[in-house]
């Protein structure tokens, strides 16, 4: 169990998002602390994915304050979102499948000779290392990742994140593309992270998943926040009336 | 059995190239480029591989060369770009104007040693602001590439016009002829100095590789393997200097130059041409643009953008930037090929650079760049130019009927995508 007694290492405070009139997410107010793993819930379009993307950079917000411990800071951009340690997998695995695992893996934040060329021999070795604990039966380093099956793309788009430290995780539906031992594995990979202090908000339409995996849910319903609730104090049901019904549960209100 | 023995050499030689490690579509290029040449030295009874012809084709290829070097960069990241032959045309006339009003205008006269380097720098500044400009409204404005270059094609064809006039202009300075072609060569010596190194810095390439992967630990080629790939490379470009050598200036043209300086030419003097300075240029830009595409975030970032734009911009990478930064680069190259081309005419004519478009887009496609963008190679695109223009030549020495020439250029073009398109699902190959 996450201490959730400090300064909350993100703090989305008031966050609204309209598209062309419609509100995707309207006055949301989440957290999630050190070490904690907050599960974001609610049907398709409810806007999960929409206000997740504002603090990975990916979308700006309409209204709203996005504070890092304590701070008040601007992430106008994915850039600004990864000076800040936040990294993202997206549910579309954002990788560019005409390059290989090290390419994908170092995208935007090369490893540079002293000459200031790309380091290719480096990459590839660093890539072999933390594939070798992520993924020990990951061999295909020189194929383009077009060529990976859906868990091997997901290792590598996991290997991202975890490579550059990040200290706060946003996965969109990390396990949606793979098969029963990769999601296993994506399981072990959250506690590992979780135990390393990291923070990670976890998009999930999977109730079971929500219950194993996080500390906290939070749940959300035509744009707007129904109820954040401590997994331990509630039911499977409890969480679904709040996805369908939009209920929210008469006890652990935290 | 006789089946059994022609898959069994089949594997073997697929085993051969694997261990080579050589690009299968390379190895297919390089065969459609020798089975053009055979076939038309066959039909022209061995005119067609001559010294002389060689040298020829080396350069009326580097024009267009040269801008599909950068033409691969565009297409690879989702974009087109229908208005090089015109920017080349715009670049060529400020260089020549430069040279023969704006300069001479500012007291500096036919002859000066400023007058080619300063007309350079000016055209290839024009190109790279025409480029820029052109990239800015494609990713900034958002404007499809397609229509921005569109529009630059009538543009720019017609900046060029207004800014001549329509007229010829030339004689162009001496310096900035010689980068055109036959009156620039290294001659002989210079040449093989220059083929040395070429061959010395291949071995180091090679070495220097295979000296990175034993440091990571990564597995290797076999020795024999490197030392095949090093004595092809070898054989390669001395073979290129060999033949660029063999063609020998014209006796009456050496004759000439004795006399100028008062000399008297001795008997059976002969002298070969060697390189041809725009043939240099044409492999400095291969070499830079090869080291952009596969050794700098630059490079790395245009292929990412061009395999997945979403993924490209979530990974922080700037994209719109990259595409002024693209398009700046195909309008530097385009300066380039204009003062070649102007400089092998020795003029600038109203209608240089006409179709070069089309011939510049056709050249890298032919070269194994993907319309789908994210893929593509600079050599591939450089051979892909010289395949287009052995076609072009050969025909023309057939005696092929001009309509006919462009009609069998254009099946071509159609039929090595098909092939390719073919190749890409019989491998399965991205």
């Known amino acids: ?254 | 059995m006789a089946d059994a023995s022609a898959s069994g050499t089949s594997i073997g030689r697929k085993n051969i190239f694997k261990t080579l490690e050589f690009d299968t579509r390379l190895l297919g290029m390089v065969g459609a480029f020798v089975l053009v040449c055979i076939v038309f030295n066959v039909l022209t009874e061995g005119r067609f591989l001559t010294p002389r012809n060689i040298f020829n084709l080396t350069i009326q290829t580097v024009s267009v060369a040269i801008m599909a070097t950068g033409m691969v960069f565009i297409i690879v990241t989702r974009h087109i770009d229908l208005s090089v032959g015109a920017l080349l045309a715009t670049c060529s006339a400020i260089m020549a104007m430069t040279q023969t009003q704006f300069l001479p205008s500012l007291g500096i006269d036919y002859g000066s040693p400023l007058m080619a380097p300063v007309a350079i720098v000016v055209g290839l500044l024009a190109g790279g602001l025409i480029g820029a400009f052109h990239g800015w409204l494609v990713g900034y404005l958002t404007i499809p590439a397609f229509i921005v270059t569109l529009g630059g094609f009538l543009v720019w064809r017609n900046v060029a016009w207004y800014l001549t006039s329509g007229q010829t202009i030339g004689p162009l300075d001496d310096t900035f002829q010689k980068l055109g072609g036959i009156g620039g060569t290294l001659g002989t010596t210079a040449s093989w100095v220059i083929g040395a190194l070429a061959v010395a810095a291949a071995c180091y390439g090679i070495l220097q590789a295979r000296r990175a992967r034993i440091a990571h630990e990564f597995p290797v080629k076999p020795v024999w393997a490197e030392a095949t790939l090093m004595a092809l490379a070898a054989a390669l470009i001395l073979g290129f200097v060999a033949t660029l050598n063999a063609y020998s200036v014209p006796t009456r043209v050496l004759a000439r130059e004795f006399e100028a300086r008062g000399e008297v030419m001795p008997q059976g003097f002969t002298q070969g041409y060697g390189i041809p300075f725009s043939v240099l240029i044409l492999i400095a830009v291969a070499v830079v643009m090869t080291v952009v595409a596969r050794r700098t975030r630059l490079g790395r970032y245009i292929f990412a953008t061009g395999g997945n734009p979403d993924a490209a911009e979530l990974s922080g990478i700037n994209t719109r930037l990259l595409t002024v930064k693209v398009f700046a680069m195909m309008g530097v190259l385009c300066a380039l090929a204009g003062m070649v081309a102007s400089a092998r005419l020795s003029f600038h004519s109203n209608d240089i650079g006409t179709l070069d478009e089309l011939r510049v887009i056709a050249a890298a496609v032919i070269g194994g760049t993907a319309l789908a963008g994210g893929i593509g190679t600079i050599y591939g695109a450089i051979l892909g130019a010289l395949i287009m223009q052995s076609l072009q030549s050969g025909m023309a020495m057939v005696g092929v009927d001009a309509p006919f020439q462009n009609i069998v250029v254009g099946a071509v073009l159609v039929l090595a995508v098909l092939i390719d398109i073919i190749y890409r699902k019989k491998t399965g190959d991205v």
Do not use: W
């Open chain 1, 1 to 254: 169990m996450a201490d959730r007694s400090g300064t909350p290492l993100v703090e989305m405070r008031d966050v609204s998002v309209s598209f062309g009139g419609i509100k995707a997410v309207d006055h949301v107010t989440i957290d999630l602390h050190p070490g904690e793993v907050v599960g974001l819930l609610g049907h398709n379009g409810a806007g999960k994915s929409t206000l997740i993307k504002c603090l990975s950079g990916a979308y700006k917000m309409d209204a709203g304050e996005i504070y890092i411990d304590g701070k008040l800071v601007d992430i106008q951009n994915p850039r600004d979102a990864r000076a800040h340690n936040i990294e993202t997998i997206y549910q579309t695995l954002a990788l560019a499948d005409n390059l290989d695992a090290a390419s994908n893996l170092f995208l935007g934040r090369e490893l540079i000779t002293p000459a200031g060329l790309v380091d290719d021999a480096r990459m590839e070795a660093e890539t072999r290392k933390i594939m070798a604990r992520l993924n020990p039966n990951f061999k295909k380093f020189n194929a383009p990742v077009k060529a990976l099956s859906g868990g091997q793309r997901q290792s590598v788009a996991i290997a991202r994140a975890v490579y550059f430290n990040a200290r706060i995780l946003v996965m969109d539906e990390p396990t949606a593309a793979l098969g029963p031992q990769e999601t296993q594995m994506v399981a072990e990979l959250i506690e590992q992270l979780k135990a390393q202090g990291i923070g990670i908000f976890l998009i999930e339409h999977d109730v079971h998943s929500v219950m194993n995996l996080c500390d906290r849910a939070s749940v959300m319903k035509n744009g707007q926040l129904v109820g954040t609730v401590d997994v331990d104090k509630v039911t499977d049901e409890d969480i679904l009336s709040m996805i369908i019904l939009g209920k929210r549960p008469e006890v652990a209100a935290s």
